[in-house]
């Protein structure tokens, strides 16, 4: 059995409890780890396209109010 299939079977044997507990872990260390991705992206310039995109929108009267 690989690891994966462990964690699987372990995940899938847990309580309501403990499975909602282990739920809102990973979700918080998902989250934890997009910030990262998207913090490192930022910092590369990698997103530097979606400002200027934003700027040309604004300047052709493209933009709405949300």
């Known amino acids: 059995m690989t690891r994966l299939e462990e964690i699987v079977t372990a995940v899938s ?4 409890k403990e ?3 282990f739920r809102q872990w ?3 260390r998902d989250w934890e780890r997009w910030d990262r ?3 490192a992206d930022s910092a590369s310039g990698r997103l530097d396209f979606l400002a ?3 700027r040309e929108a604004k ?6 109010n949300l």
Do not use: M, T, V, W
Request: charged share 40%; glycine share 4%; net charge negative.
């Open 13 to 16: 044997n847990l309580p309501e």
């Open 26 to 28: 990973f979700l918080e």
């Open 19 to 21: 499975y909602s507990q």
């Open 37 to 39: 991705q998207i913090d």
């Open 59 to 64: 300047k052709d009267g493209k933009l709405r």
């Open 52 to 54: 200027r995109e934003a």
